[in-house]
C-alpha cells in the first residue's frame, strides 16, 4: 500500500485525509509525481473544488 500524504491549502497542516482535521480546507498531494511551483492547473482545481462546495452549502442552507 501506498500513502499519499496530503497537504492543507489552507494552513499548511499534512494529514491522510482529503479534509484538513484541524481547519476542515480541502488537501492537495504534498508530492505530486510532477510538481510545479507554478501549477496553474492546481489552482484552478482548487477553485473549481471551493466553488462546488460553496453551491453546496447554498443549497442545504434553503
Ligand atoms: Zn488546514
Same mark, same amino acid.
Given at each position: 500500500m501506498k500513502f499519499l500524504i496530503r497537504k492543507c491549502v489552507k494552513c499548511g497542516k499534512y494529514t491522510l *485525509? &482529503? *479534509?484538513? %482535521? =484541524?481547519?476542515g480546507a480541502e488537501t492537495v &498531494? =504534498?508530492? %505530486? %509525481?510532477k510538481y510545479s511551483p507554478n501549477d496553474k492547473y492546481l489552482t484552478y482545481r482548487i477553485k473549481v473544488k471551493y466553488e462546488n462546495m460553496q453551491t453546496q452549502n447554498s443549497n442545504n442552507q434553503k
Open positions: *485525509k &482529503t *479534509k484538513c %482535521p =484541524a481547519c &498531494t =504534498a508530492h %505530486p %509525481p
